[in-house]
């Protein structure tokens, strides 16, 4: 493989590209990585280096890299009706769209807010549950509960709902009203450690307390992952999900269940409220709805919701231009399309045990403390001392994620996240397409990595 034949850019991408999450001065004295193409689970670079994305982009792209449908999907959208908000109006695809989306989501969710993104669609649940308790009569529900290290967004709102001090602190003061709760990482449980069950029952029990210590008059909804994303993988313990229900219902409070990376086949099914048996009031979604072949989110709420918006001059009073966008909107149908002529979901089901398998074969290895996750999303936590389950310090951690492991992986072949959110992790999330042979050479390249790893502690 040649490299692309294009011009440097390394200069431009140094002084005038601010890339996201990025430590800027970490390219002063060393090249920023350009992608340059992709093809099915892989991304090459402009060197013509190729990798497998072993993160899919950022838990995006469920059917692989260089779909060429989707873009022809795109270009013919363009060519009919390139643009035009869903306000007073509405278009084809747009319509088409909400009505595929409403026939997967669970029960009665049915109504379908479209935003530009995953950080919009949890900001928009959270305006929802705030005016519709004032519609009907309960003015002071606003308050939102999420979890620890949980990730929900960057707007001010649902970074707000997001539970990583250290990603907020430079933003003070944020929205108010945000409580968080103890997480599911049973690895690292603080009671019932060596029982489940028990543990998802303390679990749904930290979310009644925290309820009704705020006051079930001002609390208007509860905020989670199907698998809890930061801190790596954190699945819900059996009975977790019902119990959860069973509270919100108790005390008059909206359940957002949000889908933004577990949608979309992650785990094996359309949202991850269907694999765990659960009934959200609210699902927000995004990257997967178009495999990141376009930019677009959405909200889908249940017709409860919608009913006082249906009276009169009501009006929910919220908005974005590109919600809905018709090109967005064409590109997605064009990638469930293909989930359903090629079995995505029956392929993840049939897949997740041969992922998670060879995955665990890495639990042989000295700094594997933990492997956990669901379908095609997996993380390794990373040990100082096995048997203690003792973690890294905030130095350790620096050198060894960032100075060490960031670079070493990439540098052999593969992109994945190494992650010290909560304690330190290799983060897997490949395309949905992957199979045994993928798994097979990414369990090769993390072996070799964290066996050179544990030498350097």
């Known amino acids: 493989m040649t490299p692309d ?6 200069p431009a991408a140094r002084d005038n590209l601010w890339m996201h999450f990025t430590r800027q001065g970490a390219f002063a004295t060393s090249d920023v990585p350009i992608i340059t193409r992709g093809e099915g689970a892989y991304v090459w670079d402009a060197q013509g280096r190729r990798y497998l994305d072993a993160l899919s982009g950022l838990y995006v792209t469920q059917i692989g890299h260089g779909r060429r449908e989707l873009g022809e999907a795109a270009a013919k959208q363009m060519a009919e009706l390139e643009f035009f908000p869903i306000w007073t109006f509405a278009h084809p695809r747009a319509i088409e769209l909400a009505e595929r989306l409403a026939s997967f989501a669970p029960g009665d969710l049915n109504r379908v807010f479209f935003t530009s993104g995953g950080g919009e669609a949890v900001e928009s ?3 929802l549950a705030k005016q519709y308790y004032k519609m009907t009569g309960r003015p002071n529900k606003h308050k939102v509960i999420s979890r620890r290290i949980s990730y929900h967004g960057t707007t001010q709102g649902a970074l707000s709902i997001t539970g990583m001090p250290a990603y907020k602190s430079v933003f003070e003061p944020l929205v108010p009203s945000t409580v968080h709760v103890p997480n599911t990482n049973f690895y690292r449980a603080p009671e019932h450690g060596d029982d489940p069950v028990a543990f998802g029952r303390w679990a749904a029990a930290q979310i009644e307390d925290a309820i009704i210590a705020e006051g079930p008059d001002s609390v208007a909804a509860v905020f989670l992952e199907p698998v809890q994303n930061a801190g790596g993988c954190f699945t819900p313990p059996p009975g977790y999900f019902q119990l959860v229900r069973e509270i919100c219902d108790r005390h008059d409070v909206l359940l957002v269940s949000d889908e933004v990376i577990c949608g979309f086949g ?5 949202f991850g ?7 959200p009031d ?5 990257k997967g709805l178009t495999s990141g072949y376009a930019p677009m989110g959405a909200m889908i709420a249940s017709d409860r919701l919608m009913e006082p918006f249906l009276e009169g001059n009501n009006t929910f009073l919220h908005g974005y231009t590109f919600g809905g966008h018709p090109v967005c909107a064409a590109v997605a149908m064009a990638n469930l399309d293909i989930f359903e002529r090629e079995g995505i979901l029956d392929h993840v089901r049939q897949n997740e045990g041969p992922f998670r ?8 290895l000295d700094i594997v403390g933990d492997v956990r996750g669901a379908g095609y ?15 890294f310090n905030d130095d350790e951690a620096e050198r060894l994620l960032r100075g060490f492991l960031s670079k070493e992986l990439y540098d052999s072949g593969i992109y994945c996240r190494t992650d010290d959110r909560g304690d330190p992790i290799v983060q897997l999330s490949p395309p949905l397409i992957c199979d045994q042979s993928h798994f097979d050479e990414i369990e090769f390249i993390l072996r070799d990595v964290l066996t050179r790893a544990q030498k350097m502690l």
Do not use: P
């Open 273 to 279: 409220a269907i694999k765990y048996g659960f009934q």
């Open 125 to 127: 649940a959270w305006k």
């Open 266 to 270: 992650r785990l094996g099914e359309w």
């Open 282 to 286: 609210i699902i927000t979604c995004a």
């Open 5 to 10: 034949n294009h011009v440097d850019l390394q």
């Open 357 to 364: 398998d060879t995955m665990n074969k890495l639990s042989d």
């Open 377 to 391: 999303f997996l993380a390794l936590e990373l040990v100082k001392d096995k048997s203690t389950k003792e973690t």
